[in-house]
């Protein structure tokens, strides 16, 4: 769950964040705010970064903690679970995709192909509070 | 040849301490500095490219500085930074880590009024309010900051020393089936869900249920 998640990056976001020390970039934030994504846009732009921190984010996100990599493979699987249960609602056709959330996360492709990857896949686990604070404030 | 400069020990323990919002820089002296030493701070928003001074917070002799004006869209991330200088030496730039004024501010407890009849008492909670910069400024409750935002309320029979614990999304409560002409005591708690925050539980309202006519 959510909850879960939340749980499991406060353990280690100042260890995360600590990692990356590129503070002008950002990869969900800017240039365009995540808040400023149109309500019926949220389910679709919910539904891609799931997929992105599944596919691209995590399995990059080795560090020589096992304590922190522990941590991370827990975040993964309480991600994996909740993709699923988007993926349900994308199956639904509840999940529509309109311009603005496809040009969102182009934005976001591009901001993470910025970086070299390793750099790319901390960065993003380290904003995961703003996916969370992001996600918990367009309930 | 060699430039040679004094190079002044870094403050220590740079950290942004916040309350409701209100979203202070502290830091500590540089070690083994006594007084005289002057500090400059400035800041920057996580995602964009510049660090931006603060004017009020340049050669100044305290350790702390309020970035709650400069911090307030909690949509955004921060981190700031602190130099310390003295006759003509100076330190290095120390940063916070990165500061999410959503979670990692602390939250105030509720305020509680109570009134009671022969055989119950009725509590209101209010929550306390985010940060504003002047009384004139439109006050934003954190319960819209937070909207899963619960109390959590107990209440005890002084005579018995029985106490009851309730969980509550309203803020308010009555509690009924109370013996008359005895005192009860209210204490309240505030707690946010996710992300997860709890106040402090505020300070005992004792109150006496009416006497039986």
């Known amino acids: ?139 | 040849s060699g430039e040679l400069y004094c190079s002044l020990l870094n403050p220590r323990n740079v950290r942004f301490e916040s309350i409701n919002m209100k979203n202070v820089l502290h830091w500590s002296a540089p070690e083994g500095t006594g007084n005289g030493v002057l500090y400059k701070v400035k800041y920057s928003i996580y995602g964009v490219g510049k660090w931006i001074r603060k004017p009020e917070c340049r050669n100044i002799n305290r350790t702390w500085c309020d970035l709650s004006s400069e911090t307030s869209d909690y949509e955004e991330q921060y981190y700031a930074s602190v130099k310390a200088f003295l006759n003509g030496m100076f330190s290095d730039w120390v940063e916070t880590t990165r500061f999410n004024p959503l979670t990692d501010t602390k939250i105030d407890p509720p305020m509680v009024s109570v009134s009671s009849t022969e055989k119950s008492i009725s509590i209101i909670l209010t929550a306390p309010e985010k940060w504003k910069r002047s009384p004139e400024e439109e006050s934003v409750s954190l319960l819209q900051v937070y909207p899963g935002l619960q109390y959590n309320v107990s209440v005890l029979n002084k005579k018995t020393k029985k106490r009851w614990f309730f969980s509550i999304s309203n803020h308010t409560l009555i509690v009924p089936r109370l013996e008359p002409g005895t005192a009860y005591c209210v204490s309240a708690q505030i707690h946010v869900t996710t992300p997860l925050l709890d106040s402090g539980f505020s300070k005992e309202h004792c109150i006496a249920t009416l006497k039986d006519k």
């Not at chain 1, 499991?8 to 964040?17: D, E, L, P, T, V």
């Not at chain 1, 590129?22 to 846009?41: A, F, G, N, Q």
């Open chain 1, 1 to 139: 769950s959510v909850a879960e998640i939340r749980a499991g990056f406060a353990a280690i976001k100042a260890n995360i964040q600590a990692r990356d020390p590129i503070r002008t970039h950002s990869i969900l934030s800017h240039p365009r705010s995540l808040h400023k994504v149109k309500s019926s846009d949220r389910c679709c732009i919910t539904h891609h970064l799931f997929d992105f921190y599944v596919d691209k984010v995590f399995k990059h996100c080795k560090t020589e903690d096992s304590y922190v990599n522990r941590k991370i493979s827990s975040i993964a699987n309480s991600f994996l679970s909740v993709r699923r249960k988007l993926g349900q609602c994308h199956e639904q056709n509840q999940c529509m995709c309109g311009q603005e959330s496809t040009e969102k996360f182009k934005q976001i492709l591009a901001n993470y192909e910025g970086l070299n990857v390793t750099s790319a896949a901390m960065k993003s686990l380290g904003e995961l509070d703003i996916l969370l604070d992001w996600m918990e404030k367009s309930r």
